[in-house]
């Protein structure tokens, strides 16, 4: 019986307890608390395989996003399975998989956000209510369904010292100045326990490739500033033909203080921005398995590399 519930939503309770289930039915996999966020819910790594090739993949930077996280578990789950059953996964041996690369995993890295969006913070709670004050500020942008940030209102994916002055000059001629749903920088970058638990944890990692995923456009991002990193565009086109999705240039004004942009910068190494699927986010949970099937070749693909590369 499958451990990853595909047909929920994915609140952050439901994430901790289906890490703790994989990891409990594949010893072989280890899980790691990160950090807590600024209301006590934790950030948590899911670890794999045991190659010398080491790998990260992050999913749910936005609140509205969690559909991304149930990709990450779900592909453990299905890797895990393979291996032990000495299966296949994407036509590949698993068993070769996990012998190539170890493949780190952060399923959530808004858990605080997530459970706004999903639902799981009840109204009328303290955090729910500041959270209503907080989008007040932006009352254009419904609640809670165009939420992204984390709880103090900062978005995630803009808090990486990556041009983090330039994002924030950007953002705040947008409009986005003070704490809220989306698109405020924050006070500095690295200011908020996520970001700086995800940046630490992926110098440790020390890895050869990062994939950040969001959602949604169908298309992968893959570049930052000027910066050239040997064999990108390569497996980026690899991960377009093996998705469908289109390998493309981010809009000017959303090309700084990412996590993909940090890691390409500071490491000068592959990274990859993901938006999976298409619609209005948060998108329905009824397009997970197409998302899950368009993105399987390219987790397979970025835990093993291209060959001669």
Not at 54 to 78: M, R
Not at 160 to 181: D, M, N, V
């Amino acid at each position: 019986m499958a451990i990853v519930n595909t047909d929920v939503p994915m609140t952050s309770a439901l994430c901790g307890e289906t890490i703790e289930r994989i990891v409990k039915t594949y010893p072989f996999c280890s899980l790691r608390q990160l950090t807590t966020t600024a209301f006590g819910r934790p950030v948590w790594s899911l670890t794999i395989g045991t190659g010398d090739r080491k790998v990260l993949y992050t999913a749910a930077h936005h609140a509205n996003e969690w559909i991304t996280a149930p990709v990450l578990l779900k592909f453990v789950e299905e890797l895990a399975a393979a291996m032990d059953a000495g299966g296949k996964l994407f036509g590949v041996e698993a068993q070769n998989i996990g012998k190539a690369a170890t493949i780190h995993t952060v399923p959530m890295v808004d858990p605080d956000g997530v459970d706004l969006v999903t639902g799981a913070i009840e109204q009328g709670t303290l955090e729910y209510e500041t959270a209503r004050r907080l989008g007040d500020n932006y009352p254009n942008i419904p609640f809670p369904d165009g939420w992204k940030a984390n709880l103090l209102g900062v978005d995630l994916n803009l808090q990486y010292p990556a041009g983090w002055l330039r994002a924030r000059e950007i953002k705040f001629s947008q409009g986005y100045t003070k704490p809220g749903p989306r698109d405020y920088v924050g006070r500095s970058p690295l200011g908020q326990r996520e970001s700086i638990a995800l940046a630490e944890y992926t110098r440790e990692v020390d890895p050869a490739l990062v994939l950040a995923y969001h959602t949604q456009g169908k298309e992968i991002y893959w570049q930052f500033g000027n910066y050239e990193v040997p064999g990108a565009r390569a497996l980026g086109e690899e991960f377009a033909r093996l998705s469908g999705y289109t390998l493309t240039e981010v809009a000017y004004e959303s090309s700084f203080a990412g996590y993909k942009d940090w890691f390409i910068q500071d490491f000068r190494r592959p990274g990859y921005t993901i938006e999976a699927g298409s619609g209005v986010n948060p998108l329905p949970i009824e397009q997970f398995d197409e998302i899950y099937r368009d993105n399987l070749g390219i987790l397979v693909t970025a835990a093993l590399g291209l060959r001669g590369a």
